[in-house]
Each structure stands twice: as C-alpha cells, then as structure tokens.
C-alpha cells in the first residue's frame, strides 16, 4: 500500500532552519505531483507549496514565497521542504501529500497523505 512517511521536524527558534523530509513507497513516484501543507491549532490545512513529476515546476503559498524551497529526489522517492527564516507562526504539523493530476493545490486534488510531522518555532 502507499505510505508517505515525514520525518525532520521539531522545536527550532525562530529565524533558525529546518528540512523536512517525505519517503514515500508503494506508487511511482516520478507520476506523482508532491505538495506540502500545513495545519496550525485550531486552523484549517493549508497549502504550502508543490513540485511538479519531473521537479521543474513548483508553487508556493504567498506567505512562503522567498522562505521555503521544495525539491525532489525521485531516485530516492523522496520529497524535501527546506524551510528558512522560520517564524513562532509558521508552527504546525507539516503533511506531505501526493497527486495523481498534473498539477494541484488543493487538498481534495490529493490521492495519498502521510501522518505529519511537528514543527514548533519559539520565539
């Protein structure tokens, strides 16, 4: 069965990094469209960004723009989110996510979701 495992969170100060990581097994990777999103207590999921099949295209929520960087590696079935300059708002858990389409944003155009991982920004 597909199982996309995330792993690299954790408590960071802000304005410190992290690199998230998504191993993902049980599908060809390369046909898959990958996206990040995050949830924050009591808030909705939300979109952070995406990589298209191939890694030649990504999209980014606005509020990321300039301080989170999306790649691939499909030799390894893996997908990364660097994120820099974290801030205490950007804490929440991180989803990686894979799609079937060409290209997607939205959670309902997602087929499989991983378990997430926690990240916590202090100030």
């Known amino acids: 069965q597909v199982q996309l495992v995330e792993s690299g969170g954790g408590l960071v100060q802000a304005g410190g990094s992290l690199r998230l990581s998504c191993a993902a097994s049980g599908l060809t990777f390369s046909s898959y469209v990958m996206g990040w999103f995050r949830q924050a207590p009591g808030k909705e999921r939300e979109f952070v960004g995406a990589?298209?099949?191939?890694?030649?295209?990504?999209s980014y929520a606005d509020s990321m723009k300039g301080r989170f960087t999306i790649s691939r590696d499909n030799a390894k079935n893996t997908v990364y989110l660097q994120m820099n300059s974290l801030k205490p708002e950007d804490t929440a858990v991180f989803y990686c996510?894979?799609?079937?389409?060409?290209?997607?944003?939205?959670?309902?155009?997602?087929?499989?979701w991983g378990q997430g991982t926690q990240v916590t920004v202090s100030s």
């Open positions: 990589i298209s099949r191939g890694g030649s295209r990504r």
């Open positions: 996510a894979a799609s079937s389409r060409v290209a997607a944003i939205l959670k309902r155009e997602y087929d499989y």
